[in-house]
């Protein structure tokens, strides 16, 4: 099972990033994909997931409304797409996902991911 992240960078206070999480090495009808973030020496924070099979969603409050998530369920990749970024959205941002999670561990707030990418960074000055 891997997990690969990509679209980090570096944008202005306001703008706008996507970030895309590509999967394989599993089945994927039961998969759910997270995103997370964590800011060094502080806890990791869960922004979005999403249950892969019917798209159902969770969004943190901190990001509702601003990130929104995007799938291509044949090509086994989520996106993160973040707009009206602020400074305190500067982190590592990791995927992760979990073939066996069911739709209430998935979209209830406190996924835990069983795979994991390797993380990059998104810098908000």
């Known amino acids: 099972v891997q997990l690969v992240e990509s679209g980090g960078g570096s944008v202005q206070t306001g703008g706008n990033l996507t970030l895309a999480c590509a999967a394989s090495?599993?089945?994927?009808?039961?998969?759910?994909v997270g995103w997370f973030r964590q800011v060094e020496g502080k806890e990791r924070e869960e922004v979005a997931s999403?249950?892969?099979?019917?798209?159902?969603?969770y969004y943190a409050d901190s990001v509702k409304g601003r990130f929104t998530l995007a799938q291509d369920y044949k090509k086994k990749i989520v996106w993160l797409q973040m707009s009206s970024l602020r400074p305190e959205d500067t982190a590592m941002y990791y995927c992760?996902?979990?073939?066996?999670?069911?739709?209430?561990?998935?979209?209830?707030?406190?996924?835990?991911?069983?795979?994991w990418g390797q993380g990059t960074q998104v810098t908000v000055s």
């Open positions: 090495g599993y089945d994927y009808s039961g998969y759910c």
């Open positions: 999403i249950y892969v099979r019917g798209g159902h969603t």
């Open positions: 992760a996902g979990d073939p066996a999670a069911s739709i209430k561990s998935c979209t209830g707030g406190s996924f835990s991911g069983r795979y």
